[in-house]
């Protein structure tokens, strides 16, 4: 999952007056300068939308990807899954300073100094079982990504490792895990049958998926790579490794829609959406607040979560204006950088003029 995307471009800035920004020309420059094999991209700005598919949608047979193509959303999963837990905690059946061992007895070592809130906003001090070779979706594992992992597995290595005992936030993939065991326990159900009764069918997301052990995507999608230094196609994988941290399949319009009514307040309330955006000092060019990334543009705000597995990243941000940007992009030889990826975002949220 991208950990630490981005420190913040400093640009002069222009008023946006209303237009949808046209970000074609920045997808292709993206795609010729090698920082992805396609890229698909959805601007809204209240009840208009343009949406943008660049590139090619197999490097070997070409075609042109779908702006209505399927992605792995990475760890967008956990804005989901925090959704989740925050209505539970509007229904009474658990408080955000509760502790972990109260609903998980014996689950997590330290678990009783350990708070849900501290789980949400990674500020446990849990270590990151993706830390270890072997257990990362960002990197190639040839034969063993077909490989199907259970959450207590993924426990296992986290709690067989400790982190620095620096006070700083860190980040942990091992977070989310305990967090869809939480879910598990409290409804008794399966999280992901949690995510599609609460959130994707009230919203009618029908092409967002908790796909479990299965190792491909609905079509259409464009193909995920990595350079090994070659290109090497890298879409089918077994996302359990990632389970309630990042496993998740989506689209643009169905991001859009999922972050819009977040953020509008049509699935928590009010208490919990401001809970979620009380963010933490991170280090790593945002705040983070409860499964929820803050990013500070120079024209304000705007509200989401980044994601990476092998061959996608994603980029879902809002504003409170109403404003959005849903970007997925299957990397080539490099991964874009920062200012390509910014820089898109200050010109749809700052005006094109930024």
Request: glycine letters at 12%; proline letters at 6%; charged letters at 20%.
């Given at each position: 999952?991208?950990?630490?995307m981005?420190?913040?471009?400093?640009?002069?800035?222009v008023?946006?007056?209303?237009?949808?920004?046209?970000v074609?020309?920045?997808?292709?420059?993206?795609?010729?300068?090698?920082?992805a094999?396609?890229?698909?991209?959805?601007?809204?700005?209240?009840?208009r939308?343009?949406?943008y598919?660049?590139?090619?949608?197999?490097?070997?047979?070409?075609?042109?990807p779908?702006p209505?193509?399927?992605?792995?959303?990475?760890?967008?999963?956990?804005?989901?899954?925090?959704?989740?837990?925050?209505?539970?905690?509007?229904?009474?059946?658990?408080r955000l300073?509760?502790?972990?061992?109260?609903?998980?007895?014996?689950?997590?070592?330290?678990?009783?100094?350990?708070?849900?809130?501290?789980?949400?906003?990674?500020?446990?001090?849990?270590?990151?079982?993706?830390?270890?070779?072997?257990?990362?979706?960002?990197?190639?594992?040839?034969?063993?990504?077909?490989?199907?992992?259970?959450?207590?597995?993924l426990?296992?290595?986290?709690?067989?490792?400790?982190?620095p005992?620096?006070?700083?936030?860190?980040?942990?993939?091992?977070?989310?895990?305990v967090?869809?065991?939480?879910?598990?326990?409290l409804?008794?159900?399966?999280y992901?049958?949690?995510?599609?009764?609460?959130?994707?069918?009230?919203?009618?997301?029908?092409h967002t998926?908790?796909?479990?052990d299965?190792?491909?995507?609905?079509?259409?999608?464009?193909?995920?790579?990595e350079?090994?230094?070659?290109?090497?196609d890298?879409?089918?994988?077994?996302?359990?490794?990632?389970?309630?941290?990042?496993?998740?399949?989506?689209?643009?319009?169905?991001?859009?829609?999922?972050?819009?009514?977040?953020?509008?307040?049509?699935?928590?309330?009010?208490?919990?959406?401001?809970a979620?955006?009380t963010t933490?000092?991170?280090?790593?060019?945002?705040?983070?607040?409860?499964?929820l990334?803050?990013?500070?543009?120079?024209?304000?705000?705007?509200?989401?979560?980044s994601g990476?597995?092998?061959?996608?990243?994603?980029?879902?941000?809002r504003?409170?204006?109403?404003?959005?940007?849903?970007?997925?992009?299957?990397?080539?030889?490099?991964?874009?950088?920062?200012?390509?990826?910014?820089?898109?975002?200050?010109?749809?949220?700052?005006g094109?003029?930024?």
């Amino acid at each position: 999952m991208m950990q630490t995307m981005m420190n913040v471009l400093v640009a002069a800035v222009v008023a946006a007056g209303g237009q949808v920004v046209d970000v074609r020309p920045d997808l292709e420059k993206i795609v010729t300068a090698g920082g992805a094999t396609a890229a698909l991209a959805r601007i809204s700005d209240g009840g208009r939308a343009r949406s943008y598919a660049v590139g090619v949608r197999d490097v070997e047979r070409g075609g042109r990807p779908s702006p209505n193509g399927y992605f792995r959303i990475g760890s967008v999963t956990k804005t989901f899954v925090a959704t989740v837990v925050l209505q539970l905690v509007d229904e009474g059946e658990v408080r955000l300073d509760d502790p972990v061992e109260r609903h998980l007895p014996g689950l997590v070592p330290g678990g009783e100094k350990i708070t849900v809130r501290a789980l949400l906003n990674h500020t446990s001090h849990l270590y990151d079982y993706m830390s270890e070779p072997g257990y990362s979706t960002n990197r190639w594992r040839g034969d063993a990504r077909f490989r199907s992992y259970r959450p207590r597995e993924l426990l296992k290595v986290a709690f067989a490792g400790k982190l620095p005992d620096d006070g700083k936030w860190h980040y942990s993939n091992t977070n989310y895990v305990v967090l869809g065991l939480l879910v598990e326990k409290l409804t008794g159900n399966p999280y992901g049958e949690e995510v599609r009764r609460r959130i994707l069918r009230p919203l009618g997301l029908r092409h967002t998926v908790v796909p479990g052990d299965r190792a491909g995507l609905p079509s259409p999608h464009a193909k995920g790579y990595e350079p090994l230094p070659g290109l090497v196609d890298a879409t089918r994988m077994n996302p359990s490794l990632d389970w309630a941290a990042g496993e998740m399949i989506s689209t643009a319009a169905d991001l859009e829609r999922f972050m819009s009514a977040l953020l509008g307040g049509e699935l928590i309330s009010t208490a919990s959406l401001r809970a979620m955006r009380t963010t933490v000092e991170t280090g790593a060019g945002f705040g983070y607040g409860l499964g929820l990334q803050a990013y500070a543009l120079p024209c304000g705000t705007v509200w989401g979560h980044s994601g990476e597995l092998i061959g996608y990243l994603t980029f879902a941000f809002r504003s409170d204006s109403g404003r959005s940007m849903t970007l997925s992009i299957n990397p080539s030889v490099r991964n874009p950088s920062t200012a390509e990826v910014m820089g898109i975002a200050v010109r749809v949220f700052c005006g094109p003029a930024a």
